[in-house]
């Protein structure tokens, strides 16, 4: 899409990988809305991109409809959607309460569902946007210790599948970014650090380069390294050998 001139409302651009995009699509000419929960912070990339700041818990009931309709009042239009706030968690699934499973489903899943469904009318009607989803190889491949997390970011590839089917010849794309391990406040914030040494955690603002490039070349899916849809590829064709090698390999 073009982006010169778009207005796109950046979930996440708090921090990591949404806070690099807003940057990268500030210089390609966007007009941004930014939101998050750190007033703080997307004050100041405000300043930094000219963008207004709309801070709102996605967690909260009745948050992310009135986040949609503020955008809205705020810029007349949303063009592009980039739905990149996440929240993590490490540990084992007997041991989460069923506000933690709440809240991970909320923030991960039902809010990027619920922005979409407020604001690709108006895309829809003038013929033309992109809806962008931040996933997780984690969703493609299940991961130990993250199944709620795994399972939300799986709903949202889901979801954008079929989303993209739905809109074929409206003018409006859907695209997901797919990325592995990104040097962000994300392992801090589940309260686990990345131990291992094997994928090397690639800076947010690489991963925020291929999500703007795959927005203004309208891809349908990325991987952030291009080099994960090997195993993502290996576990839909042969799913006994993709277990058997993630188990050795400390995959899962
Ligand atoms: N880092 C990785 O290795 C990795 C790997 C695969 C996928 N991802 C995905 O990439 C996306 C961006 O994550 P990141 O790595 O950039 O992490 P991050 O630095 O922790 O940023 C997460 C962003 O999401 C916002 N957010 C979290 N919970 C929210 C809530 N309840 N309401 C509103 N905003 C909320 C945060 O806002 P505040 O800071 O204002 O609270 C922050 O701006 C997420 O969807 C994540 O699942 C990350």
Known sequence: ??????????????????????????????RLI?????????????????????????????????????????????????????????GRFTAMS???????????????????????????SRGTGHVAFVTSIAGRTGVAGEAVYSAAKAGVDAFAESLRFELAGSGVRVGVLVPGVVRTAFFDRRGAAYQRQRPRPLPAARVADALVRSIV?????????SWLRLPVAIRAVAPAT???????????
């Open 34 to 90: 930014l939101t998050g929960r750190d007033t703080e912070r997307l004050a100041m990339l405000a300043t930094m991109t000219g963008g207004t700041p709309l801070a709102t818990d996605l967690s909260e009931p009745g948050a992310v409809t009135r986040l949609a309709r503020a955008a809205l009042d705020a810029a007349g239009r949303v063009d592009l959607l980039v739905n990149n706030a996440g929240e993590g968690h490490a």
């Open 217 to 225: 070349t309208e891809r349908d899916e990325s991987f952030t390294p």
């Open 98 to 124: 069923s506000e933690q499973v709440a809240r991970l489903v909320a923030v991960n899943l039902s809010a990027p569902i619920e922005l979409t469904r407020v604001l690709l009318p108006g895309m829809v």
């Open 1 to 30: 899409m073009r982006v010169r001139g778009a207005v796109a409302l950046v979930t996440g651009a708090s921090s990591g990988i949404g806070w690099a995009t807003a940057l990268r699509l500030a210089e390609l000419g966007a």
């Open 242 to 252: 993709y277990r058997r090698l993630a188990g050795r390999f400390g995959g899962s």
